[in-house]
C-alpha cells in the first residue's frame, strides 16, 4: 500500500506559500490538502479558485481539494479547471444535486473523487457511494478550523470503515483528516489510514524536518 502525506496549507504562511509548498514536496509528501471553507457549511471562510490556479502553476504535488462548501456540484467544473486533482465533497451539502450525482459529475470531469465522513455522521450514510469512489475522507474533528484535538471516536470509526472496505473488496484509500501529529500517527495508520493530512504539525516549526519525521513513523508502523 502508498502512504501518502498531504500536508494541509491551510495552517501555511500565506506570504511564503510557494516556498512551503516546494519545502513539502522536497521531503516527499506527495499531495497539498487545498480546504476550501464557504462560511455557510462551516463557520470559516479559507480561500477558492483564485488560490488554486496559482498553486496550480506553482506546484506539480498532487491537489488534493476538500470541499467544506454546500452544494459542491455547482462548483466541480471550476475547480477541475484551476487545478484540482481530486474532489472532497461532505454527504450532507451535496442537497441540490444529490451524493451519487455530484461524485459522478466529479469522476466526468477527470478528477478522482472522495466522500467524507463528519465525526458526527454514520459509516452507514456513505455506504451506498462506497463502490465509486477513490478516496474516504475521515474527519477526526468537526470541519472548520485547523489546530484541532483528533477526537478518540475516530478509532472506531476507522475500523468499522476498513471492514466494510475489507467485506466488499474496495479499493478506496482512507484518508483522515484533523489533530492529526506525531504521537497520533502510528494508531491512525495501524488503524488503516493510507492519506494522512495534517496542517499544524507540519506547517510549525521545521517544515520539512516535520515531513520526514511523518514518514519515518509511517516507516516504523508499516513494516
Ligand atoms: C479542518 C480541515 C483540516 C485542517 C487540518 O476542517 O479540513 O484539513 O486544516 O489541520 P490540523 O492538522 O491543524 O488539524
Ligand atoms: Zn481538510
Known amino acids: 500500500m502508498e502512504y501518502i502525506l498531504a500536508p ?18 522536497k521531503a516527499g509528501a506527495q499531495y497539498v490538502h487545498y480546504d476550501v471553507m464557504d462560511g455557510i457549511y462551516v463557520p470559516s471562510i479559507s480561500f477558492g479558485l483564485p488560490v ?17 462548501i454546500m452544494d459542491p456540484d455547482r462548483y466541480i467544473d471550476e475547480f477541475v ?30 478528477a478522482k473523487c ?20 477513490d478516496m474516504v475522507l475521515v ?19 476507522l475500523a468499522e470503515l476498513r471492514e466494510l472496505k475489507r467485506l466488499g473488496g474496495y479499493g478506496f484509500d482512507i484518508e483522515v483528516d ?12 495501524r488503524a488503516g489510514v493510507n492519506v494522512i493530512v ?9 517544515i520539512e524536518a516535520n515531513v520526514k519525521d511523518f514518514f519515518e513513523i509511517i516507516k516504523e508502523n508499516t513494516k
Open 114 to 133: 472522495g466522500i467524507t465522513l463528519n465525526p458526527g455522521t454514520p459509516v452507514s450514510a456513505i455506504e451506498p457511494y462506497l463502490g465509486m469512489v
Open 81 to 110: 479547471e484551476c487545478g484540482a486533482d481530486s474532489i472532497t465533497v461532505h454527504v450532507e451539502a451535496c442537497r441540490d444535486t444529490g451524493v451519487g450525482s455530484t461524485l459522478e459529475h466529479i469522476r466526468r470531469s477527470g
Open 8 to 25: 494541509s496549507i491551510l495552517a501555511a504562511d500565506f506570504m511564503r506559500l510557494g516556498e512551503q509548498i516546494e519545502a513539502v514536496g
Open 52 to 68: 488554486l490556479k496559482s498553486v496550480r502553476k506553482g506546484t506539480d504535488l498532487f491537489l488534493d481539494c476538500h470541499l467544506m
Open 139 to 157: 474527519m477526526s474533528v468537526e470541519p472548520g478550523f485547523g489546530g484541532q484535538k483528533l477526537l478518540n471516536s475516530t478509532y472506531a470509526k
Open 178 to 189: 484533523g489533530g492529526v501529529t506525531k504521537d497520533n500517527l502510528a494508531e491512525l495508520v
Open 198 to 206: 495534517s496542517g499544524s504539525s507540519i506547517f510549525k516549526g521545521d
